[in-house]
Each structure stands twice: as structure tokens, then as C-alpha cells.
């Protein structure tokens, strides 16, 4: 069994009276791809950003790698990178300096960021960018550009909301690509996304939220016989429609 | 330490790639002191002695100096708005929020990074400025005055830099639109204004609106127009312009960097063909704007003569000193000047608020949190320096008479402070959360929200401003208490308290214009 790299123990998040996410558990393993599936307002992106130490949950705990991502949120961080689905970048620097920027904050070697720097931004057509500064770059490069930054100090475990969006097809097939490669070297990742055929493609568990409860949990397959459905889809569907 | 540098460089290159036209403002200002200094050098009088004396010096500095920093402050956030984030990241812009969580950074990294770029872009742009005072300093008093003389001037230009954040605060969700879209404009009016000093043989003109009408309405009693009425007219005709721009919509106030010749003819076209709306506006919204600009610097004129020709100088230290006292009271430094400038500034938000048939809640934001941002750090540090330099000079000083006003000030400035917290709170989790993850999305019910936010800002305005402007003038009251002339102490808490009124009205007429 590989061995846990995050464990979300009965994670609740309550905004006003409303809650946003309720009683949420889960853990994912190295290499394991997790997918957070559900409708507009499910509370996807609360879990994420609690996740990563931006939300404080209301209770319950979030462990990365041992350490309490609210208590110990700098230890927590190291072996995190975040993909939020809105990345907000200085816009004045170009994308050599905010990848230097983040590779300097993350104490990586000056000489493999510079290796590493031009393999991820090959990888995703962000070559000819790499003097653009971050204020001229579309909503899609932008998006590009996040995923290069997450995937820049390796880390245990990758977390990304809608990182699909706004991406063209040839991006989103080598996403794709990518995210099995590293999770087949180990990587664990925990992504959000409405894109549903992507999501049973890659996922090795799927995790299906409503109203910020978990409804049902365990591979594509198996989510898809609890609900009766024989996409992921329709199994959304159902859980919508009650049926 | 290294993580906070990388960051902090990060932060301050971001913001002086924006603001680079600060440099060549500076750099014009630091040659037209210059010339001051070496073509008039044989003059003793006039111009060269004026813009020569510590505080007057000082205080052209402090409002352009004040213009850039806030233009950097403003111009150097990310446009997105404020997030979730609880008021200890009062100091975060998004870029920083952004780093926060995808990278191992603690918060205190961030804050103190926020708090260190925004000092050093506001060093940075203001030190061709300084530079070209100081020189200027240096060879008429010798290096021995210049350590009091940069207490002073970081304070002063501090203090003011916290003002007109205020000022600023007091703008309608479209006014960082104005801001934005016409930021050239604002170093057309700069370069007016520095002209404007030297033509008028004194540095504070363009600082002070106030100042200017009341000299020049002294020059049309005398019958000899000058350019005071020259700058009053300009001063008159700029707000109505940029008022009636907005008014008109977007195409009329188009970025200047990407208007081409044919978008320049189209827009020439259009301003003959609406010289006669533009006329009808003008006319339509004179009396408001009589109101705010005459009234109180008419109120200005009397103190004004009164201080500069009619005190005897043993009261004060020496003529120079009731000049200095004159501008410290009715210009830019006064806080006083705050109460005239809202009423026109609060008027055109309202204006603003209820003719706009759009609005873009983020960047309410923008200004805001940008303004507070950007303040708050400068006013801990206006403190500290206050707070040494009272000890130096003790209770009878200015300082000691700053001191008071920059705690007035930081007291009056709480509710803002409390509003920003709750703006935060309340933008991220009832506005942001519900209107999802679209921050150009603006829906109707954000935009009733940010209407009813912007009219509570109005309201603060309209009735601490005033307030603010009062304390000022009772505090100055104070310190010549203190100095034992009672009777000017006892007519300066009076007039305070006078001015309190006048404003009060004047905000309750506004209120009544505009519906609030």
C-alpha cells in the first residue's frame, strides 16, 4: 500500500450559517490521481482552498505528509502546490521571473530551475513567453503558466481546481499526459474539475460532492455502479435529480 | 530574510514597471529645481526664497511626491479585488494571496515584504524629488539643518500621502475608472502644476485649489486678474471636464496609450460636436460646484488675510512663519482642505454613483484597500517620526501640533479601517462566494451591494471629513494656547468649529442633491 501523503478527517467549513463543506473525509495515496466531482456551489473549491491552508476549516483537520496544514501550514506547504482557478500573477514580471520568483521561494538549485524551467514551459508551449510579461498573457497561458508552477518543485502532492479550464485541446491532452506521468512517479493529486470525460479517464478515485457532502466515493466504476449510471455523467445527473 | 528580498523585489519591480513615468516627473522636477536654484540664485527675494524656505519646499515635495506614491499604490495593485482574507492580510494585494498558498510562505513574510515594497516605492518616488530639495537645501543652509529638515519632510509627505489616501477613499466605484483611464491626465495636471507655482512666485498653489481661489478672488476685488484666476479656472474647468467624460460613457475616455490618430480625430469630432451639451452640462452643474469650491475657500480668504497681514509678528515667529501657518492651515498638509475637497469629491461620487448605469465592484476594491493599504504603514512610521521629533522640539513645536493631528487622524481613520475589515470579510464570503468565480462578472445584486457599500462610504465621508477638519483646526487652536496667544487660539477653535458646520450643511445639501 502506498503510503498516505493527505488525510481529511471530518472536514467541515461553515460561512454565516450556511456550510460550505460538511463532515468531509478522505485520504489519498502516492501516485493515487483523486478527483472532486459535483454541481456549481458544491463546495469543491472551499474543500481545496482548506485544503491548502488558505480556509480555515471550521473543524476537522487536514495532514499533509504528517503535518496539520493549519497548524504547521509552512511544513504542510512544502510538499504542496496549488492550481487555483483563478491564478492572479504580479503582472509586471515576465514569466522567466515569476518562475525563478516561485523556484527561489521553493529553495530549488538556481541551475535545475533553469533546466527544469525550460522543459516545463516546452512542454506546454510556453516557450516563446518566456519574456512576456504576465499582464499580456491570455486567461489560457495564464492557466498554462499556474500548472508550470505547480509542477516546478515536484512536489508530493499536486491540488488543482478546474485546471482544465480555459485550456485548448492539445494543452489539455498533454495535462492529461503529464498528470499520469508524475502520478506513476508518485505524485498524488487532488483536482476539481466540471469536465467529466477527463475526470474517468484519469481518475483512480473519484469523490462525488453535493451541498458539501461526500454522496458517494471509490473508483470511476465504482461510482458509477453505486449510481446507477453508465458515464460519471449520468451518475452526476442522478445525484441532481435525486433519482 | 532572503525569502522577504525575493519578494519584496518581486513586489517593488512589479509596481516601478507600472509607474516608470514617475522617474521622468521626478527627473523634470529635479532640473526645473535646479534652475530655480542657479538661474535665480542672484535673486533674494521672490520665487528662489520661498521655494528655498524648509517647509515650503517641503510641502511641494509632499504633494507630488503624495500624487506619485498614491498613483503607485493604486496603479501597483492587481485589479482583481480583495479575496478571503481576514484583516491581518490587510496588507495583501492578490499576487500576494496567490503566493500565500501555493507556495510555503508565512504570512508575516508576506506582510512584511507588502509593508517594505510599499515603503520602498514610495522612497523611490519621491527621491528625485528629494534629491533636487535637498540640493537646493544644502547650498542656502549648509548641511547642519538638514537632518530637521528630513524629519520634516518625510513627515509632512507622509502625513499627506495619509490625506489624500482619505481623499482618495471618498472616490465612487468609477472614480479608479477616472483614475485608470485618464492616469495621464493626472501628469498633464501635475505638469500644470508645476508650472503653475512658479508663475504664481509660490510653490503651494497647485497643492492647495483653496489657495488659489481665494487669491483669486483677492485679484478680482483688486480688479487685476492674475494667475491665480488663471489656476482658479483651470482648477474650475478640470473636475467639470473629467465629470462630464465620465458622464458620456466609455468612448470618450478611452486610454490614451491606445488612441490612434483616427480614434483622436473621432473624439475631436465628437467634443465639437458636444461643445454645447458640454456647455449645458457645465451650467447645469455650476451651483454645486460654486458651492464646494467657494464656499469654503471663502471662508479660507478671511483666515488667509487675516493670518498673512494683520498678525504681529511677535505672536509668530517672523512673517515667513504666518505664511507657513497660512498654507499649514488652508492647504494641502491641513487636513482642512480635506473638508473643501470632499465636498466636491463627494459630490461628484454621488453624482457618479447614481448616473452610472454600471459598475465594477472590484475595482471599489482597488481603491480601497489599495488606499489603506498603502496608508497604514506610512502612518505607524508619520508617528514614530512625530512622536522623536516632539521630543526634540518639544511641546511648542509644530510637531507637537502634527502629532496631535496624525493621532486625530489615525482615530478618525478606525472606522475606515473597520470598514475595510468588513469589506474584506464580506467581499469574500457573501460576494465573491456567491457570485462566483467571475471577478468581471459584475451581476445586479453586486452591484446593489457595492451601491449601498458606496453609500455608505459616502456618508462616512460627508461626516467625518468635516469632523477631521475641525479637530485639525482645533488642534492648531491648541498649540497657540499653548504658546499663550489665546486670542488667535481661542478664533482658530472657533473658526474650527465654524468650518465643522458650514461643512455639515454643506454635506447635508449634498446629501439632499444626491439622494443619499
Given at each position: 500500500m502506498p503510503s498516505k501523503v493527505i488525510e481529511v478527517t471530518s472536514l467541515s467549513k461553515k460561512f454565516s450559517d450556511k456550510y460550505a463543506v460538511r463532515n468531509l473525509s478522505f485520504e489519498v495515496h502516492e501516485g493515487e490521481i483523486y478527483c472532486l466531482v459535483g454541481p456549481n456551489g458544491a463546495g469543491k473549491t472551499t474543500t481545496l482552498r482548506t485544503i491548502v491552508g488558505l480556509?480555515?476549516?471550521?473543524?476537522?483537520?487536514?495532514?499533509?505528509?504528517?503535518?496539520?496544514v493549519h497548524r504547521e501550514r509552512e511544513k504542510a506547504m512544502r510538499y504542496v502546490t496549488f492550481v487555483p482557478d483563478n491564478p492572479v500573477l504580479y503582472g509586471e514580471l515576465t514569466v522567466r521571473e515569476i518562475v525563478l520568483l516561485f523556484a527561489s521561494l521553493r529553495d530549488i538549485d538556481r541551475a535545475v530551475v533553469e533546466d527544469r524551467m525550460f522543459e516545463l514551459l516546452e512542454l506546454f508551449d510556453l516557450r516563446e513567453y518566456v519574456n512576456v510579461r504576465i499582464k499580456n498573457l491570455s486567461?489560457?497561458?495564464?492557466?498554462?503558466?499556474?500548472?508550470?508552477?505547480?509542477?516546478?518543485?515536484?512536489?508530493?502532492?499536486?491540488?488543482m481546481d478546474e485546471p482544465f479550464m480555459a485550456l485548448d485541446v492539445k494543452t489539455q491532452k498533454t495535462l492529461r499526459e503529464e498528470i499520469r506521468k508524475r502520478a506513476r512517479r508518485g505524485t498524488?493529486?487532488?483536482?476539481?474539475?466540471?469536465?467529466?470525460?477527463?475526470?474517468?479517464?484519469?481518475?483512480?478515485?473519484?469523490?462525488?460532492?453535493?451541498?458539501?457532502?461526500?454522496?458517494?466515493?471509490?473508483?470511476?466504476?465504482?461510482?458509477?455502479?453505486?449510481?446507477?449510471?453508465?458515464?460519471?455523467e449520468d451518475a452526476l445527473l442522478n445525484v441532481l435529480t435525486g433519482s | 530574510m532572503g525569502k522577504i528580498w525575493r519578494i519584496t523585489s518581486a513586489k517593488v519591480i512589479n509596481s516601478l514597471r507600472v509607474a516608470w513615468p514617475t522617474a521622468v516627473v521626478g527627473l523634470l522636477y529635479l532640473l526645473l529645481m535646479t534652475f530655480v536654484r542657479f538661474v535665480s540664485a542672484s535673486s533674494k527675494s521672490g520665487f528662489m526664497t520661498v521655494i528655498l524656505r524648509p517647509s515650503q519646499s517641503v510641502a511641494l515635495l509632499i504633494a507630488i511626491g503624495a500624487l506619485l506614491t498614491s498613483y503607485e499604490l493604486l496603479s501597483s495593485r492587481s485589479g482583481k479585488g480583495l479575496r478571503t482574507?481576514?484583516?491581518?492580510?490587510?496588507?495583501?494585494?492578490?499576487?500576494?494571496?496567490?503566493?500565500?498558498?501555493?507556495?510555503?510562505?508565512?504570512?508575516?513574510?508576506?506582510?512584511?515584504?507588502?509593508?517594505?515594497?510599499?515603503?520602498?516605492?514610495?522612497?523611490?518616488?519621491?527621491?528625485p524629488l528629494g534629491t533636487g530639495i535637498l540640493l537646493s537645501m544644502i547650498s542656502v543652509h549648509g548641511f547642519s539643518t538638514i537632518y530637521a529638515i528630513l524629519i520634516i519632510y518625510i513627515i509632512i509627505t507622509l502625513a499627506y500621502v495619509h490625506g489624500l489616501s482619505l481623499y482618495?477613499?471618498?472616490?465612487?466605484?468609477?472614480?479608479?475608472?477616472?483614475?485608470?483611464?485618464?492616469?495621464?491626465?493626472?501628469?498633464?495636471?501635475?505638469?500644470?502644476?508645476?508650472?503653475?507655482?512658479?508663475?504664481?512666485?509660490?510653490?503651494?498653489?497647485f497643492i492647495s485649489p483653496s489657495a488659489v481661489f481665494a487669491d483669486a478672488i483677492m485679484e478680482l476685488i483688486r480688479g487685476t486678474p492674475g494667475m491665480a484666476t488663471i489656476l482658479s479656472i483651470i482648477y474650475f474647468i478640470i473636475p467639470l471636464y473629467a465629470l462630464y467624460f465620465l458622464s458620456k460613457g466609455d468612448y470618450l475616455i478611452k486610454p490614451l496609450d491606445i488612441l490612434t490618430t483616427s480614434t483622436i480625430k473621432e473624439i475631436l469630432r465628437v467634443r465639437v460636436q458636444d461643445l454645447a451639451?458640454?456647455?449645458?452640462?457645465?451650467?447645469?452643474?455650476?451651483?454645486?460646484?460654486?458651492?464646494?469650491?467657494?464656499?469654503?475657500?471663502?471662508?479660507?480668504?478671511?483666515?488667509?488675510?487675516?493670518?498673512?497681514?494683520?498678525?504681529?509678528?511677535?505672536?509668530?515667529?517672523?512673517?515667513?512663519?504666518?505664511?507657513?501657518?497660512?498654507?499649514?492651515?488652508?492647504?494641502?498638509?491641513?487636513?482642512?482642505?480635506?473638508v473643501y475637497s470632499s465636498g466636491v469629491i463627494v459630490g461628484l461620487s454621488g453624482w457618479l454613483l447614481y448616473q452610472s448605469t454600471k459598475s465594477n465592484k472590484e475595482l471599489v476594491d482597488q481603491l480601497v484597500s489599495g488606499a489603506?493599504?498603502?496608508?497604514?504603514?506610512?502612518?505607524?512610521?508619520?508617528?514614530?517620526?512625530?512622536?522623536?521629533?516632539?521630543?526634540?522640539y518639544g511641546l511648542k513645536s509644530m510637531a507637537f501640533v502634527d502629532l496631535l493631528i496624525a493621532v486625530i487622524t489615525l482615530i478618525l481613520l478606525a472606522p475606515i479601517l473597520k470598514i475595510?475589515?468588513?469589506?474584506?470579510?464580506?467581499?469574500?464570503?457573501?460576494?465573491?462566494?456567491?457570485?462566483?468565480?467571475?471577478?468581471?462578472?459584475?451581476?445586479?445584486?453586486?452591484?446593489?451591494?457595492?451601491?449601498?457599500?458606496?453609500?455608505?462610504?459616502?456618508?462616512?465621508?460627508?461626516?467625518?471629513?468635516?469632523?477631521?477638519?475641525?479637530?485639525?483646526?482645533?488642534?492648531?487652536?491648541?498649540?497657540?494656547?499653548?504658546?499663550?496667544?489665546?486670542?488667535?487660539?481661542?478664533?482658530?477653535?472657533?473658526?474650527?468649529?465654524?468650518?465643522?458646520?458650514?461643512?455639515?450643511?454643506?454635506a447635508k445639501i449634498a446629501e439632499r442633491f444626491f439622494r443619499i
Amino acid at each position: 500500500m502506498p503510503s498516505k501523503v493527505i488525510e481529511v478527517t471530518s472536514l467541515s467549513k461553515k460561512f454565516s450559517d450556511k456550510y460550505a463543506v460538511r463532515n468531509l473525509s478522505f485520504e489519498v495515496h502516492e501516485g493515487e490521481i483523486y478527483c472532486l466531482v459535483g454541481p456549481n456551489g458544491a463546495g469543491k473549491t472551499t474543500t481545496l482552498r482548506t485544503i491548502v491552508g488558505l480556509l480555515t476549516p471550521t473543524s476537522g483537520r487536514v495532514r499533509v505528509m504528517g503535518h496539520d496544514v493549519h497548524r504547521e501550514r509552512e511544513k504542510a506547504m512544502r510538499y504542496v502546490t496549488f492550481v487555483p482557478d483563478n491564478p492572479v500573477l504580479y503582472g509586471e514580471l515576465t514569466v522567466r521571473e515569476i518562475v525563478l520568483l516561485f523556484a527561489s521561494l521553493r529553495d530549488i538549485d538556481r541551475a535545475v530551475v533553469e533546466d527544469r524551467m525550460f522543459e516545463l514551459l516546452e512542454l506546454f508551449d510556453l516557450r516563446e513567453y518566456v519574456n512576456v510579461r504576465i499582464k499580456n498573457l491570455s486567461r489560457g497561458t495564464l492557466q498554462k503558466l499556474a500548472i508550470v508552477l505547480s509542477f516546478l518543485p515536484d512536489p508530493k502532492l499536486v491540488v488543482m481546481d478546474e485546471p482544465f479550464m480555459a485550456l485548448d485541446v492539445k494543452t489539455q491532452k498533454t495535462l492529461r499526459e503529464e498528470i499520469r506521468k508524475r502520478a506513476r512517479r508518485g505524485t498524488a493529486f487532488i483536482i476539481s474539475s466540471h469536465v467529466l470525460p477527463w475526470v474517468e479517464e484519469i481518475a483512480d478515485r473519484v469523490c462525488v460532492i453535493h451541498k458539501g457532502e461526500k454522496v458517494v466515493e471509490g473508483t470511476p466504476m465504482e461510482v458509477k455502479e453505486k449510481l446507477g449510471a453508465s458515464t460519471l455523467e449520468d451518475a452526476l445527473l442522478n445525484v441532481l435529480t435525486g433519482s | 530574510m532572503g525569502k522577504i528580498w525575493r519578494i519584496t523585489s518581486a513586489k517593488v519591480i512589479n509596481s516601478l514597471r507600472v509607474a516608470w513615468p514617475t522617474a521622468v516627473v521626478g527627473l523634470l522636477y529635479l532640473l526645473l529645481m535646479t534652475f530655480v536654484r542657479f538661474v535665480s540664485a542672484s535673486s533674494k527675494s521672490g520665487f528662489m526664497t520661498v521655494i528655498l524656505r524648509p517647509s515650503q519646499s517641503v510641502a511641494l515635495l509632499i504633494a507630488i511626491g503624495a500624487l506619485l506614491t498614491s498613483y503607485e499604490l493604486l496603479s501597483s495593485r492587481s485589479g482583481k479585488g480583495l479575496r478571503t482574507r481576514t484583516i491581518i492580510r490587510a496588507f495583501m494585494t492578490d499576487d500576494d494571496i496567490y503566493l500565500l498558498y501555493t507556495s510555503p510562505i508565512p504570512v508575516g513574510t508576506i506582510i512584511v515584504s507588502s509593508f517594505l515594497a510599499n515603503l520602498i516605492i514610495f522612497l523611490l518616488s519621491i527621491m528625485p524629488l528629494g534629491t533636487g530639495i535637498l540640493l537646493s537645501m544644502i547650498s542656502v543652509h549648509g548641511f547642519s539643518t538638514i537632518y530637521a529638515i528630513l524629519i520634516i519632510y518625510i513627515i509632512i509627505t507622509l502625513a499627506y500621502v495619509h490625506g489624500l489616501s482619505l481623499y482618495m477613499m471618498t472616490l465612487a466605484p468609477r472614480g479608479i475608472l477616472f483614475y485608470n483611464r485618464l492616469k495621464k491626465m493626472y501628469f498633464a495636471i501635475l505638469g500644470l502644476t508645476l508650472i503653475g507655482p512658479a508663475l504664481a512666485n509660490t510653490p503651494f498653489y497647485f497643492i492647495s485649489p483653496s489657495a488659489v481661489f481665494a487669491d483669486a478672488i483677492m485679484e478680482l476685488i483688486r480688479g487685476t486678474p492674475g494667475m491665480a484666476t488663471i489656476l482658479s479656472i483651470i482648477y474650475f474647468i478640470i473636475p467639470l471636464y473629467a465629470l462630464y467624460f465620465l458622464s458620456k460613457g466609455d468612448y470618450l475616455i478611452k486610454p490614451l496609450d491606445i488612441l490612434t490618430t483616427s480614434t483622436i480625430k473621432e473624439i475631436l469630432r465628437v467634443r465639437v460636436q458636444d461643445l454645447a451639451s458640454f456647455i449645458r452640462f457645465v451650467s447645469s452643474k455650476t451651483p454645486i460646484m460654486i458651492l464646494s469650491y467657494i464656499l469654503l475657500p471663502a471662508l479660507a480668504l478671511p483666515l488667509a488675510t487675516y493670518y498673512v497681514h494683520f498678525i504681529p509678528p511677535k505672536y509668530i515667529d517672523n512673517i515667513f512663519s504666518s505664511i507657513v501657518f497660512y498654507v499649514v492651515l488652508v492647504t494641502a498638509f491641513s487636513p482642512i482642505e480635506l473638508v473643501y475637497s470632499s465636498g466636491v469629491i463627494v459630490g461628484l461620487s454621488g453624482w457618479l454613483l447614481y448616473q452610472s448605469t454600471k459598475s465594477n465592484k472590484e475595482l471599489v476594491d482597488q481603491l480601497v484597500s489599495g488606499a489603506v493599504r498603502g496608508s497604514l504603514p506610512l502612518i505607524v512610521l508619520m508617528l514614530v517620526l512625530l512622536g522623536i521629533e516632539t521630543v526634540l522640539y518639544g511641546l511648542k513645536s509644530m510637531a507637537f501640533v502634527d502629532l496631535l493631528i496624525a493621532v486625530i487622524t489615525l482615530i478618525l481613520l478606525a472606522p475606515i479601517l473597520k470598514i475595510e475589515a468588513n469589506i474584506s470579510i464580506m467581499r469574500g464570503i457573501k460576494l465573491y462566494m456567491k457570485a462566483g468565480n467571475l471577478p468581471l462578472a459584475i451581476d445586479l445584486r453586486t452591484l446593489r451591494a457595492a451601491e449601498e457599500e458606496m453609500k455608505d462610504r459616502i456618508i462616512f465621508a460627508i461626516h467625518y471629513l468635516p469632523l477631521f477638519g475641525a479637530a485639525s483646526a482645533a488642534a492648531y487652536g491648541a498649540y497657540l494656547l499653548i504658546g499663550k496667544a489665546l486670542i488667535i487660539g481661542c478664533s482658530l477653535i472657533i473658526t474650527g468649529a465654524v468650518m465643522y458646520l458650514i461643512a455639515i450643511a454643506l454635506a447635508k445639501i449634498a446629501e439632499r442633491f444626491f439622494r443619499i
